[in-house]
């Protein structure tokens, strides 16, 4: 049986450097842009403000502006996205237990 | 919260370039090398043996040489590949769902 084209895409779109990282963190609350650059560290802010756009793009991240001053911006998985919980709880269970894929 | 560097390793190594493709095949049952290569069209000789080592060596598939003439040899998933597959599964229920991430 061929493997289904959805399926490849979707595992390479989510294993994008730093896709991941930035689901786990939208995966348990939403967060405004700023707490992102925390939660990964290491991510430079064009990769992150260029994966955000990606992960809207597929209808799998919102974005909110908040009427304040300075206005700031946030971040929340939609339906799509939050679809995604239990594929994203099942793959840390197993890093978590098997402790990831060192070689 | 800090992501866990654990899952970080493990989304992204799982979502190298037909990595995720080959686990979804081993996941439905073991497979002949031949075999592989028909499952996931596209993918070359070279970066199939690539992928294969880098999943044997990260203790997710185990190869297995048959005494048969010619010799052919086998892979299937360990006890801690065979553990991916609730997440595999999960994927690929979303997939199916959501039809994958295109924009």
Not at 49 to 78: D, F, M, Q
Request: net charge positive.
């Amino acid at each position: 049986m061929h493997v289904s084209p959805d399926f490849h895409q979707a595992v390479e779109f989510i294993g994008k450097r730093w896709t991941g990282a930035i689901l786990w963190a939208l995966s348990e609350r939403s967060h405004y842009y700023a707490e992102l650059t925390q939660v990964v560290p290491g991510l430079s802010d064009r990769l992150l403000s260029r994966r955000l756009r990606e992960l809207e793009a597929a209808g799998i991240v919102e974005r909110s502006v908040h009427a304040e001053t300075p206005p700031r911006v946030s971040y929340a998985l939609t339906e799509k996205g939050t679809a995604l919980r239990p594929a994203i709880s099942e793959l840390r269970a197993w890093a978590q237990r098997w402790n990831g894929t060192h070689s």
